[in-house]
């Protein structure tokens, strides 16, 4: 056996193991990620008017109500810094996260057609679309800066600093966080369809559980005294924000501790989400 698969350069065997991942295979379809990347981004805005425009107008739009909302009415912005460019900082995270999430927990059902036909590494499919959302993102943070420098310019309080730097790791992380949580959901989703109905309910309370819609600070006046601090700071989207407004804005201080922690948490997901993925590939078909 072993003699005639070298006359082969590929030979597809049965997966039977937990563990049994062959990630290195990735490396090998890195042309088909890429052929992903460029369908899925051109998909999402095919038939529009406004085409890319809608990755500014959608979080524009969001922060307006945030700032009107959050900001004017209930105070919940950051003090001395302008409440827009507060809650842009902010939405821009939560976009991409959120749009990586939903469309990664949707891969198996999406794409069934496509993953019955032909074999690919599966893993293929939810990073190609981590990674198109990364144009989304590019055009969505040259319009945040586009509004820093103005706001710098004219004194408006925002003090970029040197953890600007850490910016690609910020993303970085938004993506395996993404990922590893899609992947879990779409694994589950294949057997147990309810659980994609609870995706969206679902997102939006961890959104409001996370620093979006309001400042760490502000919440002295839900929870004096520091209480429940711990609890907001263990959810790992709490400190990637803190850190991204840190940098940009000179918002508040770092606890270093909490994005370490964060980091433990994300990499946690991301392994239980590719070994609870590849366990549930290997027999979706039959219940998708």
Known sequence: MESSNKKFQTVIEPKNGWFDLHLKELLQYKDLILLFVKRNFVSMYKQTVLGPLW????????TVVFTLVFG?????????????????????????????????????????QTLGKVYFPRLVMPIS?????????????TF????????????????????????????????????GCGVIISALTTKYRDLAMLVTFGTQLWMYASPIAYDMNSMAVFAPGGKYHTLFMINPIT????????????????????????????????????????KVEKTFMDTV
Do not use: K
């Open 144 to 179: 945040m800066v586009i509004f820093l420098v103005y706001y710098v310019i004219t004194d408006q309080s925002c003090h970029p600093n040197l953890y600007i730097l850490m910016t690609p790791l910020i993303v970085l992380q938004l993506a395996i966080l993404s990922l």
């Open 129 to 141: 679309t981590v990674m198109s959302n990364l144009i989304s993102l590019v055009i969505q943070f």
């Open 72 to 112: 004017n009415i209930a105070g919940l912005a950051a003090d001395g810094v302008p409440s827009f460019i507060f809650y842009l900082s902010g939405t821009i995270l939560w976009t991409y996260f959120n749009q990586c999430l939903t469309q990664t927990a949707n891969t198996f059902v999406a794409n069934r």
């Open 239 to 278: 400190p990637i924000v803190n850190l991204f407004r840190y940098a940009y804005l000179g918002l508040g201080e770092m606890e270093w501790i909490f994005y370490g922690i964060s980091w433990i948490i994300t990499l946690v997901v991301l392994f239980i989400g590719i070994i609870l993925f590849s």
């Open 55 to 62: 990755a500014i107008i959608q979080p524009l739009l969001t």
